[in-house]
């Protein structure tokens, strides 16, 4: 939190003086890093940089806010630019909202809606951009892209609550190993649900308007003024400054109203209001961006819209460059997503006939809800083929059909990755995509079963698992080498079926060679063998890492031990 205050506090410096020459020079963009405005401009950032090291490393500063207090301090708000007047740089507030153990604070979600509160009172724009804290904005023209569509009042009028922009990253690695391009879900299913009522909420990177936030809908406008106060302070709290906000724009407030800036952001601010359930981001769900925007918008009738910038990106954000980042963050994707798939209240398939979202918008948003249960037949196919194979017994009866659907999937794909790259044939992404589509149904989509499981039987309160955000080393992924650091157990599936495939193929191959002077008799575990292969051969980094590196970011041993004895297990288990 040091660092974060030190950035609000150091920040003007930075914007005062870029500011002016953007409006002044409004040719100068990044493609001509070396003019003088964006010489001085990087000056300017290196020192910011190096002050806020030197806050990091300053005892006095660091050791006031320890992990404990962290999660036990006060709200604080602080307006570090107001924003008056025409040549100033925008309002610039810092927000740390309150944090008591005692008081659920409902991770992203409480964290919107207190920005929600805050910046209703002032400035209260009518439309709201929502970026997270590693990405930033990387083109100016994004808000006049996303205005193109929300101020458009062609019919049918006043519709779209929010324009999507795509997650794009300024160190993604030309090989790509984690998949983390997301181009499948950018690059190809997003646009493909823009023509059914728009794509999901994604998280980041967005616009929306503030009244569809605050509950209204298509078909009826949101009428605070024709609202009773005592009804409007049920809905959205005691905050006089809030309510006056409703009904007429918000004006920054004096210094002496500081407190009740601060009251928004605490914990018992939201305490019998329809904060996280009528109002604002939904709390109900740890991926609060994919029940938000079905529940809250698509639900209500809203549409959105998808904006692909070409060739300069809108945002540009940081991926993670170690697996264990990317598999827990997928983890928390899946499990939350299918959270809301199979609940009886929200399922996109369940409530579909009470709401107002179409048929094939709610299939789409189905797919998405359950994509974890593709753990339960990759699970399946990394299991019996071995398994049946040490037992003698072929698994596929006919070759020739289970050959040309194997190879149909693997075109299908091909062909999807040669249209979102125009025409281009790019095989490392096919593969990487392939490879890793597999490893997460094993590790994040599995764990996201089991995680969902235990939310629904309330045996696991729900929990917000964390992507580091924090700066590291990503030469390992840039060179397009798997970085196992930090890897528990959520990586102990993958690693214990990948060794038992491994002697499967050994056991299958002699079988084979000894069967082969008999009547075809090998023939029929052609497919099952030729399928382990395949698999090796996606599988084959956790081999490496397993057992051929040595380096500090191979795969930890206590892992390698654990997968090398549950294979053993298994094999005696068939075997014996």
Same mark, same amino acid.
């Given at each position: 939190?040091?660092?974060?205050?030190?950035?609000?506090?150091?920040?003007?410096?930075?914007?005062?003086?870029?500011?002016?020459?953007?409006?002044?020079?409004?040719?100068?963009?990044?493609?001509?890093?070396?003019?003088?405005?964006?010489?001085?401009?990087?000056?300017?950032?290196?020192?910011?940089?190096?002050?806020?090291?030197?806050?990091?490393?300053?005892?006095?500063?660091?050791?006031?806010?320890?992990?404990?207090?962290?999660?036990?301090?006060?709200?604080?708000?602080?307006?570090?630019?107001?924003?008056?007047?025409?040549?100033?740089?925008?309002?610039?507030?810092?927000?740390?909202?309150?944090?008591?153990?005692?008081?659920?604070?409902?991770?992203?979600?409480?964290?919107?809606?207190?920005?929600?509160?805050?910046?209703?009172?002032?400035?209260?724009?009518?439309?709201?951009?929502?970026?997270?804290?590693?990405?930033?904005?990387?083109?100016?023209?994004?808000?006049?892209?996303?205005?193109?569509?929300?101020?458009?009042?062609?019919?049918?009028?006043?519709?779209?609550?929010?324009?999507?922009?795509?997650?794009?990253?300024?160190?993604?690695?030309?090989?790509?190993?984690?998949?983390?391009?997301?181009?499948?879900?950018?690059?190809?299913? !997003?646009?493909?649900?823009?023509?059914?009522?728009?794509?999901?909420?994604?998280?980041?990177?967005?616009?929306?308007?503030?009244?569809?936030?605050?509950?209204?809908?298509?078909?009826?406008?949101?009428?605070?003024?024709? /609202?009773?106060?005592?009804?409007?302070? /049920?809905?959205?709290?005691?905050?006089?400054?809030?309510?006056?906000?409703?009904?007429?724009?918000?004006?920054?407030?004096?210094?002496?109203?500081?407190?009740?800036?601060?009251?928004?952001?605490?914990?018992?601010?939201?305490?019998?209001?329809?904060?996280?359930?009528?109002?604002?981001?939904?709390?109900?769900?740890?991926?609060?961006?994919?029940?938000?925007?079905?529940?809250?918008?698509?639900?209500?009738?809203? /549409?959105?819209?998808?904006?692909?910038?070409?060739?300069?990106?809108?945002?540009?954000?940081?991926?993670?460059?170690?697996?264990?980042?990317?598999?827990?963050?997928?983890?928390?994707?899946?499990?939350?997503?299918?959270?809301?798939?199979?609940?009886?209240?929200?399922?996109?398939?369940?409530?579909?006939?009470?709401?107002?979202?179409?048929?094939?918008?709610?299939?789409?948003?189905?797919?998405?809800? =359950?994509?974890?249960?593709?753990?339960?037949?990759?699970?399946?196919?990394?299991?019996?083929?071995?398994?049946?194979?040490?037992?003698?017994?072929?698994? =596929?009866?006919?070759?020739?059909?289970?050959?040309?659907?194997?190879?149909?999937?693997?075109?299908?794909?091909?062909?999807?990755?040669?249209?979102?790259?125009?025409?281009?044939?790019?095989?490392? /992404?096919? !593969?990487?995509?392939?490879?890793?589509?597999?490893?997460?149904?094993?590790?994040?989509?599995?764990?996201?079963?089991?995680?969902?499981?235990?939310?629904?039987?309330?045996?696991?309160?729900?929990?917000?698992?964390?992507?580091?955000?924090?700066?590291?080393?990503?030469?390992?992924?840039?060179?397009?080498?798997?970085?196992?650091?930090?890897?528990?157990?959520?990586?102990?599936?993958?690693?214990?079926?990948?060794?038992?495939?491994?002697?499967?193929?050994?056991?299958?191959? !002699?079988?084979?060679?000894?069967?082969?002077?008999?009547?075809?008799?090998? =023939?029929?575990?052609?497919?099952?063998?030729?399928?382990?292969?395949?698999?090796?051969?996606?599988?084959?980094?956790?081999?490496?890492?397993?057992?051929?590196?040595?380096?500090?970011?191979?795969?930890?041993?206590?892992?390698?031990?654990?997968?090398?004895?549950?294979?053993?297990?298994?094999?005696?288990?068939?075997?014996?």
């Amino acid at each position: 939190m040091t660092s974060k205050w030190h950035i609000g506090m150091e920040s003007p410096t930075h914007s005062k003086v870029q500011t002016p020459k953007c409006r002044n020079q409004c040719h100068v963009e990044v493609e001509q890093p070396f003019s003088s405005s964006c010489i001085a401009c990087m000056k300017l950032y290196e020192k910011l940089k190096a002050d806020i090291e030197a806050a990091k490393n300053d005892e006095t500063i660091s050791g006031s806010w320890s992990k404990d207090k962290r999660q036990n301090h006060d709200a604080y708000v602080e307006i570090i630019e107001d924003g008056d007047g025409v040549e100033e740089i925008p309002a610039l507030v810092y927000v740390a909202r309150e944090k008591r153990r005692a008081w659920p604070h409902h991770f992203k979600a409480g964290a919107l809606n207190a920005l929600l509160r805050v910046s209703g009172v002032v400035s209260n724009a009518p439309y709201v951009l929502v970026l997270d804290c590693d990405m930033a904005c990387n083109s100016r023209a994004s808000a006049l892209d996303a205005m193109c569509f929300l101020l458009d009042r062609r019919p049918p009028p006043d519709s779209l609550a929010f324009v999507q922009f795509p997650q794009l990253f300024h160190n993604l690695s030309h090989k790509d190993i984690y998949a983390n391009e997301l181009r499948y879900i950018f690059g190809t299913r !997003w646009f493909g649900l823009d023509g059914v009522r728009g794509p999901p909420l994604s998280g980041s990177g967005f616009y929306v308007r503030r009244d569809a936030l605050y509950g209204a809908t298509p078909t009826a406008d949101f009428m605070p003024d024709a /609202t009773a106060v005592a009804e409007l302070k /049920t809905r959205f709290g005691h905050s006089d400054r809030l309510v006056a906000s409703l009904r007429s724009p918000g004006v920054p407030p004096e210094a002496e109203a500081m407190m009740s800036l601060a009251a928004l952001a605490s914990c018992a601010y939201e305490a019998g209001t329809a904060w996280g359930a009528g109002v604002g981001f939904m709390y109900q769900s740890v991926v609060e961006d994919y029940f938000t925007g079905f529940q809250r918008f698509f639900a209500r009738g809203w /549409t959105s819209a998808y904006c692909y910038p070409e060739p300069r990106p809108a945002f540009l954000g940081s991926v993670p460059t170690n697996l264990n980042d990317v598999l827990v963050q997928n983890k928390r994707w899946m499990s939350g997503m299918l959270a809301v798939g199979v609940s009886r209240r929200h399922s996109p398939l369940a409530c579909r006939p009470l709401l107002r979202a179409s048929l094939l918008q709610a299939m789409a948003y189905a797919y998405f809800g =359950f994509a974890a249960l593709c753990a339960v037949p990759v699970l399946c196919y990394a299991t019996l083929p071995q398994l049946c194979l040490l037992r003698g017994v072929p698994l =596929f009866p006919c070759p020739a059909a289970t050959a040309a659907a194997f190879a149909s999937s693997l075109l299908q794909h091909m062909a999807e990755v040669c249209v979102s790259r125009r025409g281009r044939l790019d095989l490392r /992404t096919w !593969w990487n995509e392939q490879r890793f589509w597999v490893l997460n149904a094993l590790t994040a989509q599995l764990f996201g079963c089991v995680s969902a499981a235990q939310e629904l039987l309330g045996a696991r309160a729900l929990d917000f698992d964390l992507t580091s955000k924090a700066a590291v080393d990503g030469s390992l992924y840039q060179d397009g080498v798997f970085d196992f650091t930090g890897c528990s157990a959520l990586l102990l599936p993958a690693t214990t079926l990948s060794v038992l495939n491994a002697a499967a193929i050994v056991a299958g191959t !002699w079988k084979m060679s000894s069967s082969s002077s008999s009547s075809s008799g090998g =023939f029929h575990f052609a497919p099952q063998l030729f399928l382990m292969c395949y698999g090796a051969a996606l599988s084959y980094p956790l081999l490496e890492g397993m057992f051929l590196r040595r380096d500090p970011a191979r795969v930890p041993p206590r892992i390698t031990a654990l997968s090398v004895a549950l294979a053993a297990v298994l094999l005696a288990a068939m075997l014996g």
